[in-house]
């Protein structure tokens, strides 16, 4: 009986197979944008998580002021950090592998006749383990030049590219607007942030350099911090706070005038968004399966009229209702689902190309896949069962007088 009844829907499909086609292309474009947009969501959200860990794994940042949401991420001003704060994190803070005082600056980077704008940054070495940075070539600052404020540099790949080109940077001397410093390392690239910042675009030098020979003072404009595997940074966030409100001698009930800001937390919340956005996104593409599934309904609609002789014929000769609503049913069913096998192919070509021109990877989801052929399915059972019911119910004498 199935099988009959399956045999009879591919033949009214075949005997019109460009109205089919029409028919199915509203299913076929739906399903196609749902798998593409939940796709493309879900490669960007693995390459947020991705792109941000690469900051620094279990890294916290210590900042003076306070930061409020808003246009242009207003800040209040407050009093700058100096060496002891790094210093009492580091002895007073449990589970901390490495905390890195810093302080930057924009300057000129010049070499010859190239000069290049970049992010100088006064550092020592425990800033390299809490940001995740290694060297490609060269040698870490000794524990000589740290003290003594040696003016000998880092530099990021950009900065290589731009200043020295192909020629071998080490041992060489660049100027930083008037500072003189020697190359001893290059770091290895890590590409761009999901922030759209070059992380290769940057000079570290000896924090105590920076301090004498561009700031012209010891303040120290944040303190990076990262925990030890294993160790919350939940708590050791809470720890940092509470010993820095006694630093600063905040009394209770008063605001504090230094941030703490927790990467795991901020991985956590762009990680949400963009969930919520591909939902979003994966909604907005739904719509079209219910105007592919209105397509069906007017087509089905559509053949009733037409074959309105051979309903009569068949329910003449002993044909029940539910064999004749089955018989339509399916092939809404039928239509549905070959616009829901075309659309998860076409969806999963356009996501594999979307994936490649916007650099996130592809990450294919087998349930979305399921639920996009099942719901294609679904809206062929729905909104063909009205057509059906309507062929099902034609009285068998009116239908054989149609003409």
Known sequence: MIWETLLLAFRAIRRN??????TILGIVIGVAAVITMVTLGGGATAQVKVEISSLGSNM???RPGQWFRGPGGIRTAADDFDIEDAKAIRREVFGLE???PTASKVAQAIYGNKNWSTSVIGVTNDYLKVRDLSLLTGREFTEGELRSGKTVCMIGTTVQKEIFGDQPPLGERIRLNRLSCQVIGILESKGQSSFGQDQDDLILIPLRAFQRRIQGDTDIKAIYVSALDGVST??????????????????PGQDDDFNVFDMQEIVGAMTSTTRV??????????VSLLVGGIGIMNIMLVSVSERTREIGIR??????EREVLLQFLIEAVVLSSFGGLFGIILGLVAAGV?????????ILNPSIITVSFLFSAAVGVVFGFFPARQAAR????EALRHE
């Open 354 to 362: 979307g994936a490649r021109m916007l650099g996130v990877p592809f």
């Open 315 to 320: 329910l003449a000769i002993g044909a029940l």
């Open 17 to 22: 197979v460009l109205r089919s086609s029409l």
């Open 60 to 62: 916290l940042s210590v």
């Open 234 to 251: 939940t708590a050791v966030k809470e720890e940092i706070e509470k010993l820095m409100r006694i630093r600063r001698r905040i009394l």
């Open 277 to 286: 956005l591909t939902a979003l996104l994966g909604a907005v593409a739904a």
């Open 98 to 100: 490495a905390v890195a």
């Open 394 to 397: 034609l009285d068998p004498i």
